[in-house]
C-alpha cells in the first residue's frame, strides 16, 4: 500500500481512499458498492484505506446519482404508548430488511407541526413517507412536493387524496366492546374520549351509539379537552346524576390511563363500582388490580402492512391505485369489565410493586 496521503481539513473522499490502497478510483468504488468484481486481496486493502482514513460514503451524492436516498420519513403525534411503540418496531424492523433507513419525526399531534416536519423530510429527498396525520384534511397534503412522493398513512385517513392507509375496524372493536358491558347487565354506559376529530375517535363513538340503539339504552357521550383533568371533571358531572353511569367506555389509550387514575383518586373501585372497558391497552392494565379488559390493536401487523406497503409503491414502475386495509380488533377480557379470571403470578408481583403492600393479586390476561 502506497503511503498515506495527507488531505486537508476537509472529509476524505473517494480519491483519497482509492490513492492510499494503491488502486484506480473505479476500482475503490466497485468495492465499496458492492457491485462489480475486486479480487479480496484487493478489497481488503481498500477497506483497510478506508478505516485508516475515517472515509464515510457521502449518501447525498450517491443518491444523486442513483436517484435514491435509501431513507424513510415517518411521521407519527409519539410514541409514548404501547400501541404507537409497536407500531414503529414493526415498521423499522421491515424497512432494515430492506437497507432502507427510517427517520422519525414527531408532531405532537400538531398539524403546524406535521406540515413543517413533512416539509423538511422532503427537503432531504426521502424516497416515502409513513404517516399517522394529526389533520386528516390539511394543506400539507395537497401540495406537488408530496405528490411525487409515496405515502402511506396508519391509524388514521388522509381524507379525500389518493393515498393508502392502514387501519382497523375501530366501529367493529368498539361495538364488540360495548355489547360485553350490555352482556354484564349494564344500561347506563357512559363513553368518554378526547380528540373527537380524528377518525378513529368518531368510527368508535359510531360503534357506540350503534351498540346502544340495539339495545335501547341512552347514549351518556362525553368528548373532553385532555388538559385542566378534564376527564376527573366529566367524571364528576356523571357521579352527581340522580342515575350515574355504572361502567365507562374509554375511547382510547389516553381517556383510559386519566380515567383509571380519576377514578382511584375518588375511590372508585373497578368493576365493584364501575365497569371498564378501554380501546387500547395501556402499559400497565394487564398489571392493575383489577387488570384492564380492553380492545387490542394488532400495532405490529399495522406497522408492518404499513411499510410493505410503502416498499409496494417504492418499487411499482406504474402508479398503483390506493386501498385501505382494515384488520381486526380483539377484546381482551381481563377483570375491570366485571369478568373474573384466575389470580396470575406476574399481577401479583407488580400489584406487589405499585402498592406497596401485599396484595390480593391481579388476574391472567
Given at each position: 500500500m502506497t503511503?498515506?496521503?495527507?488531505p ?20 475503490a ?7 462489480g468484481?475486486v479480487s479480496?486481496q484487493?478489497?481488503?486493502r ?6 485508516q482514513l475515517?472515509?464515510?460514503r457521502?449518501?447525498l451524492?450517491?443518491s ?7 431513507a424513510?420519513?415517518?411521521?407519527v403525534?409519539d410514541?409514548?404508548g404501547?400501541?404507537?411503540a409497536?407500531?414503529v418496531r414493526?415498521?423499522?424492523k421491515v424497512?432494515?430488511l ?10 405532537d399531534?400538531s ?10 423530510l422532503?427537503?432531504h ?26 405515502v402511506v398513512a ?7 387524496e389518493d393515498?393508502?392507509?392502514?387501519l382497523v375496524?375501530n366501529q ?14 349494564h ?5 368518554l374520549g ?9 368510527q368508535?363513538?359510531e360503534?357506540?351509539r350503534v351498540a346502544?340503539?340495539q ?12 388538559v ?6 366529566q367524571?364528576d358531572?356523571?357521579?352527581m346524576l ?14 383510559s390511563?386519566?380515567?383509571v387514575?380519576?377514578c382511584?383518586?375518588?375511590g372508585l373501585?373497578?368493576?365493584?363500582n364501575?365497569a371498564?372497558?378501554g380501546?387500547?391497552?395501556?402499559q400497565?392494565?394487564?398489571?392493575l388490580?383489577p387488570p384492564l379488559?380492553?380492545?387490542?390493536q ?5 406497522g ?10 417504492i ?8 386501498k ?5 380488533a380483539e377484546?381482551?377480557?381481563r377483570g ?5 379470571r384466575?389470580k396470575?403470578?406476574?399481577g401479583e408481583?407488580m400489584?406487589k410493586l405499585l ?11
Amino acid at each position: 500500500m502506497t503511503g498515506r496521503p495527507k488531505p486537508s481539513n476537509s472529509m476524505p473522499t473517494l480519491v483519497h481512499v482509492a490513492k492510499l490502497a494503491g488502486v484506480g478510483l473505479g476500482t475503490a468504488s466497485r468495492a465499496l458498492s458492492g457491485q462489480g468484481y475486486v479480487s479480496e486481496q484487493t478489497s481488503a486493502r481498500i477497506r483497510t484505506a478506508v478505516e485508516q482514513l475515517g472515509y464515510q460514503r457521502n449518501e447525498l451524492a450517491r443518491s444523486l446519482k442513483v436517484k435514491r436516498s435509501g431513507a424513510i420519513g415517518l411521521v407519527v403525534p409519539d410514541i409514548g404508548g404501547p400501541f404507537m411503540a409497536s407500531c414503529v418496531r414493526a415498521i423499522q424492523k421491515v424497512l432494515r430488511l430492506s437497507e432502507y433507513t427510517l427517520i422519525v419525526a414527531f408532531t405532537d399531534g400538531s398539524e403546524k407541526t406535521e406540515g413543517e416536519e413533512i416539509d423538511y423530510l422532503l427537503r432531504h429527498q426521502i424516497d416515502g413517507l409513513i404517516i399517522v396525520p394529526a389533520e386528516s384534511m390539511a394543506a400539507h397534503f395537497r401540495t406537488p412536493q408530496i405528490a411525487h412522493v409515496p405515502v402511506v398513512a396508519f391509524d388514521q385517513p388522509v381524507v379525500g387524496e389518493d393515498y393508502d392507509a392502514i387501519l382497523v375496524k375501530n366501529q367493529q372493536g368498539a361495538r364488540v366492546a360495548v355489547e360485553h358491558l350490555i352482556g354484564h347487565g349494564h344500561k347506563r354506559i357512559a363513553c368518554l374520549g378526547v380528540y373527537r376529530q380524528l377518525y378513529s375517535i368518531q368510527q368508535r363513538i359510531e360503534g357506540y351509539r350503534v351498540a346502544m340503539k340495539q339495545a335501547k339504552l341512552p347514549m351518556m357521550l362525553g368528548i373532553v379537552d385532555p388538559v385542566d383533568d378534564g376527564i376527573g371533571k366529566q367524571i364528576d358531572k356523571w357521579l352527581m346524576l340522580k342515575d350515574p353511569p355504572t361502567a365507562i367506555f374509554s375511547l382510547n389509550e389516553l381517556t383510559s390511563l386519566e380515567t383509571v387514575e380519576a377514578c382511584a383518586v375518588r375511590g372508585l373501585r373497578m368493576p365493584k363500582n364501575i365497569a371498564f372497558v378501554g380501546f387500547d391497552d395501556i402499559q400497565l392494565g394487564p398489571y392493575l388490580d383489577p387488570p384492564l379488559t380492553a380492545v387490542l390493536q394488532p400495532a405490529s401487523d399495522i406497522g408492518e402492512q404499513a411499510a410493505l406497503r410503502l416498499l409496494q409503491r417504492i418499487g411499482a414502475k406504474e402508479k398503483l391505485p390506493s386501498k385501505r386495509l382494515l384488520l381486526d380488533a380483539e377484546l381482551i377480557i381481563r377483570g375491570s369489565c366485571g369478568c373474573n379470571r384466575t389470580k396470575s403470578r406476574a399481577g401479583e408481583h407488580m400489584s406487589k410493586l405499585l402498592r406497596g403492600y401485599p396484595p390480593k393479586g391481579g388476574w391472567r390476561s
